[in-house]
């Protein structure tokens, strides 16, 4: 990181590095002049902090993620079964109690098949298992409002740090909601 930094504050000049050390380095620019070792800290630290910044912001949206799954299954499928499942759950509320107690089992089975699939195990009647998953969304979309407000307001924090242990600090700073 210390020849990038020293590229950027002397984009023409030639370096090269002997040893780790800001010190052990070796100007080789036609005037001879050499950047201070506080300019050549500086202009590391501000190089590294756009990585460090990205790398922080990734670790937030896997947080988030992880949040996310103490209220989910996880899985693309299961996320498809969950819209479906809500979908189809919505679709019986608008029946009505009564309409969707009129319907057969065939009838049930072919116009709600993943909703049916809950009765007699997480409900009674197609009823029920619908205002399940509705209170079960409601439940989870309050909640996932809240995990992705934190994400959100992360991420601002810490592509709003000026340093590296600031974008560290915001990070640091983010609370979770917990089960």
């Not at 996310?68 to 498809?80: D, H, I, K, S």
């Not at 969304?137 to 992360?154: D, V």
Request: aromatic share 6%; hydrophobic share 50%.
């Amino acid at each position: 990181m210390i020849v990038e930094a020293l590229k950027a504050l002397r984009p023409g000049a030639n370096w090269s590095l002997s040893g780790d050390a800001v010190s052990g380095l070796v100007w080789l620019d036609v005037n001879q002049t050499r950047p201070t070792d506080a300019e050549i800290l500086a202009t590391a630290a501000a190089l590294q902090l756009p990585q460090a910044k990205a790398h922080l912001i990734a670790r937030v949206n896997e947080d988030a993620e992880t949040c996310r799954l103490a209220y989910v299954t996880p899985g693309a499928g299961m996320a498809m079964t969950y819209q479906e499942k809500l979908t189809q759950a919505e679709a019986v509320l608008t029946l009505g109690e009564s309409g969707a107690a009129a319907l057969t089992a065939a009838e049930i089975a072919d116009q709600f098949p993943i909703l049916s699939a809950s009765i007699g195990l997480e409900a009674p009647s197609l009823w029920d298992c619908a205002a399940l998953v509705i209170a079960r969304y409601a439940a989870f979309r309050q909640i996932a409002g809240q995990i992705e407000s934190a994400r959100l307001l992360g991420k601002l924090a810490i592509t709003s740090a000026a340093s590296e242990s600031d974008a560290q600090a915001a990070y640091d700073a983010i609370t979770w909601p917990q089960p």
